[in-house]
């Protein structure tokens, strides 16, 4: 099985990370290396509206070309759009790179 590592690394042959300026936070946000992927969403950034079809068609992954998360998190605010949009993520176990 394909796994989220796999995807990664050839994302990394496609757009090498040692590539993006210094202020973008690049590679994997969310979720294991180890799981496996059979269906993956790509997107232009993460919404809610994304994060809802990535569950409704039960992907594994969402590739966002702009960071899910930019600047470093001080806290996970679950009555946040971004809070919420964490918990859904990690409740359904879909990798955000």
């Known amino acids: 099985m ?11 042959r496609l757009a090498p990370a040692h590539f993006a ?5 690049v590679g994997l946000m969310v979720g294991s290396k180890k799981n496996g992927v059979s ?5 232009l950034d993460v919404t809610p509206a994304v994060v ?3 569950i409704r068609e039960q992907a594994h992954m969402i590739v966002s070309h702009h ?3 930019f600047k470093g998190l001080t806290s996970i605010d679950l009555d946040s759009v971004q809070g ?3 918990e859904r ?3 359904y176990d879909i990798a955000v790179y």
């Open 2 to 12: 394909i796994t989220v590592e796999d995807i990664m690394k050839s994302m990394e």
């Open 21 to 25: 300026e210094s202020w973008d936070n």
């Open 39 to 43: 269906k993956i969403i790509t997107t």
């Open 52 to 54: 809802d079809f990535a």
């Open 67 to 69: 960071p899910f998360i």
């Open 84 to 86: 919420q949009m964490i």
């Open 89 to 91: 993520i990690i409740k």
